[in-house]
């Protein structure tokens, strides 16, 4: 009896680490993910700044000499380009980012489905990391 309950509780340790194993990588790439986001906002943020500090300059200079508004343009309209395009890239980001621990999630619902064969099965994690609606077992979790 004893042998029995020893391996049981060697299978739940070992089932314990192999999902604290995969709660760590998700993590890692949720923090890889969240840099990217945070270098690129940072981008878009100095790149504006600068592209209105050259519109400022453009319309001061603008009721001076026509010849030098040409150049301002053109600078004040790159870096306004290229604020513009750093945002895009992290809204696109953003919108293709898979739900944050979605593999973690369904391998916890596989493991309530095998301890309880009774219990509904759980809808899987799509491919593109949507998560399905909480399955039963994790619905009056705090």
């Known amino acids: ?28 790439e949720q923090f890889e993910q969240w840099l990217k986001v945070a270098v690129f906002a940072v981008a ?19 009721f001076w000499d026509k010849n030098p508004l040409v150049a301002l343009g053109i600078f004040a309209g790159l870096f306004l380009f290229g604020a513009v395009i750093c945002a895009q890239r992290i809204s696109a980001g953003l919108s293709k980012a ?6 973690t999630i369904a391998e916890f619902r596989r493991d309530v489905e095998t301890l309880d064969p009774g219990a509904a099965p759980a809808p899987p994690v799509s491919s593109t990391g949507e998560a399905p609606l909480p399955s039963a077992a994790f619905r009056d979790l705090p």
């Open 1 to 28: 009896m004893f042998a029995r309950l020893r391996r049981a509780g060697v299978g739940v340790a070992a089932l314990a680490g192999l999902r604290v194993e995969l709660f760590a990588l998700e993590l890692r």
């Open 44 to 62: 878009a943020i100095v790149l504006g700044c600068i592209g209105l500090g050259f519109v400022a300059v453009f319309v001061t200079v603008a």
């Open 98 to 103: 898979p739900t944050a621990f979605s593999a």
